[in-house]
């Protein structure tokens, strides 16, 4: 009599075979998990191999497709002792029914997508948001999408919601991260992981999915709009769990399961870009003392090159909010659109910057922000006339930590929406027109005015008015000075 006693790392599941060995070759047999394990040829083993009656026990279900795990089997009987292998499919990391992955067509998601069905075995709804980040970044995305093995692609534009809700809320607040980033990013993915969450629910998806590494923010403002906006839905974030390390390898992962690689030209540099900006990392920057070579912009031209001539612009605002350019009332894509065509031209808005990023780590980063930082020149502009200096103080010490709520991925945190709610009551008196001149990448206010302005020509000129007597100002510096006065006599035994 011989036994055979296999045991998988699928499930609990017991093969025991009783008779003699007809052979002593050895066995080797591949089978998929199934769903229910009801018959040995379920297993794919074949009885005729031994002489006798084979039986198959399960103490558990199995999910389907598992990929490659080996059995190893001993047969024993009086006279001989053999080996055998069954070959295993490797066990799910967890059964999804249907994932909404983040798509932007390139290698990394082009690889998540059979990825995704290999190890979780569900299907993949492709999504992509239409931010500004150009249309030729938007070509040939269904065809790559279904090549890779999606069941559909939905693609969504965004730009007048990204604009509207997203990106002017944080010009209104001043939201400026350690002192420079305009958080053209981190503005990005709220409204684009929202629109996954609409997404899943439309197509019935327990689970999302992203690209982001496991270094960068990115996957915490993701997964943090995930959380808030349906804790139900599963998250997958395949940077964190496979064992791909490198372009190399995804390569080498989409040939071996068949997906087109796409053959565009390996960029040097780490890019976002959207109708905000366009970052720039990796490379020559990864050192702090390199400068970034001329050929990397792409939205600005040099300063250098910039035209001799400056160009004026001017800018209408109601409530801190942009409405027009040059007295031509826009869209708010539109607008920003406009402004990031003029400002480009002239070089506005590059930053080079080293930040600290939300898990710990400093990075350098080149961002090209040209609309975006006419935009802030003016509304700051603007709020000099409309608003008095405690609340100019007050949200200043404010932006700082809405910037930073921002950066961090805290888009539908209550204090963030409360806090907004402040900017747009305290702002409401901002409204009226900024003259900017821009010149070679500069920019400077040479004009602002506004019906709710508190400067008074006829209280601040040096002429002697009736409102303000300057022999007031002698009782009031005796009282704000005095707690100093008072310190001093101390001091001096007075």
């Known amino acids: 009599m011989a036994q055979v ?13 009783r008779g003699s060995v007809k052979s002593s070759h050895r066995i080797q047999d591949k089978f998929w998990c199934s769903k229910k394990l009801d018959s040995l ?23 389907s497709p598992c990929a490659t795990h080996a059995i190893q089997a001993v047969l024993g009987n009086d006279k001989a002792t053999t080996s055998s292998t069954v070959i295993l499919e490797k066990p799910l990391r967890k059964k999804l029914n249907k994932v909404v992955l983040a798509y932007s067509g390139g290698l990394d998601t082009s690889v998540i997508v059979p990825w995704l069905r290999e190890n979780y075995g569900c299907e993949v709804v492709c999504f992509t948001a239409d931010v500004g980040q150009g249309i030729k970044e938007l070509e040939g995305l269904e065809a790559k999408a279904k090549a890779s093995g999606a069941c559909q692609l939905v693609v969504k534009d965004l730009q007048e919601e990204f604009v509207k809700d997203y990106i002017f809320p944080c010009l209104r607040a001043g939201a400026i991260y350690e002192r420079k980033y305009l958080l053209g990013t ?11 969450v609409d997404v899943a629910r439309e197509v019935g998806a327990d689970a999302v999915s992203h690209g982001c590494t496991g270094k960068g923010n990115d996957q ?11 804790p139900e839905l599963s998250v997958v974030a395949p940077w964190r769990e496979w064992e791909i390390t490198g372009r190399e390898d995804a390569i080498e992962y989409a040939k071996k ?11 040097i540099y780490s ?44 800018i209408g605002i109601v409530a801190g909010i942009p409405v027009s350019v040059n007295g031509k009332e826009l869209s708010p894509a539109t607008l920003l659109s406009e402004l990031n065509e003029i400002g480009g031209r002239h070089g506005i808005g590059r930053i080079d910057m080293v930040e600290n990023r939300l898990v710990g780590m400093k990075s350098r980063g080149v961002y090209e922000t040209p609309g975006g930082t006419i935009l802030f020149s003016a ?10 200096r405690e609340t100019i103080q007050v949200k200043d010490s404010l932006a700082l930590k809405y910037a930073e709520l921002v950066y961090a991925g805290r888009w539908f945190d209550p204090l ?64 704000y000075g005095l707690p100093m006065r008072v310190r001093a006599m101390l001091e001096k035994g007075l």
């Open 271 to 314: 890019r976002d870009r959207n109708l905000w900006h366009l970052s720039h990392e990796g490379d020559i920057l990864e050192d702090p003392a390199n400068e970034p070579m001329k050929d990397m912009y792409m939205m600005s031209v040099d300063p250098q090159d910039a035209p001799d001539q400056p160009e004026y612009v001017n």
């Open 5 to 17: 006693q296999a045991i998988s790392s699928c499930s609990s599941v017991n093969l025991l075979f």
């Open 257 to 267: 399961h068949n997906v087109p690689v796409p053959v565009t030209k390996k960029s």
């Open 379 to 388: 509304v700051q502009e603007l709020e000099s006339l409309t608003l008095d």
């Open 186 to 196: 981190s503005m990005a993915r709220p409204v684009i992981a929202k629109a996954m």
């Open 416 to 479: 963030r929406e409360s806090m907004d709610a402040f900017m747009e009551n305290i702002t409401k008196t901002t409204t009226g027109s900024v003259t900017l001149k821009l010149y070679k990448g500069s920019v400077s206010v040479t004009g602002r005015q506004s019906p709710h302005s508190l400067y008074r020509q006829d209280i601040s000129s040096f002429e002697s008015g009736d409102i303000y007597n300057q022999a007031d100002a002698a009782g009031f510096i005796r009282l």
């Open 220 to 230: 915490v403002r993701f997964e943090l709009t995930f959380f808030a906006l349906n």
């Open 41 to 63: 040829q379920e297993l794919g083993v074949k009885a005729s191999e031994f002489n006798g009656v084979a039986i198959a026990h399960s103490s558990s279900s199995f999910a």
